[in-house]
Nanobody, 120 residues
Framework: QVQLVESGGGLVQAGGSLRLSCAAS????????MGWYRQAPGKQRELVAR???????NYADSVKGRFTISRDNAKNTVALQMNSLQPEDTAVYYC??????????????WGQGTQVTVSS
């Protein structure tokens, strides 16, 4: 089992910045990827940014150039620096990881979510 604990989030004015952090703990064998999803009221959960252990990154088009994902593989942590925040970025942000166990089976794990609210 892998647990994800998030920190950061909160209320910010449009144009401001926030930083989200997430740490994985538990019986960790191999982390394939870590990243962030978000879900706004009445909308489906969507990928914000993801980073694989090999260093490759994926971003949603809506956040490219504004958000930056980073990882510390040794510490099993991931961070999301969010700049130039807009009201449409308001959502619950979830940390996500894909973990590969000793039998090479892969499982997804989710954090509990942290609220990000951007006021206009």
């Amino acid at each position: 089992q892998v647990q994800l604990v998030e920190s950061g989030g909160g209320l910010v004015q449009a144009g401001g910045s926030l930083r989200l952090s997430c740490a994985a703990s538990g019986t960790i064998v191999s982390i394939v990827s870590m990243g962030w999803y978000r879900q706004a009221p009445g909308k489906q959960r969507e990928l914000v940014a993801r980073m694989k252990t090999n260093g490759s990154r994926n971003y949603a088009d809506s956040v490219k150039g504004r958000f930056t994902i980073s990882r510390d593989n040794a510490k099993n942590t991931v961070a999301l620096q969010m700049n130039s925040l807009q009201p449409e970025d308001t959502a619950v942000y979830y940390c996500h990881t894909v973990h590969r166990d000793s039998w090479l089976d892969e499982y997804e794990y989710w954090g509990q979510g942290t609220q990000v609210t951007v006021s206009s």
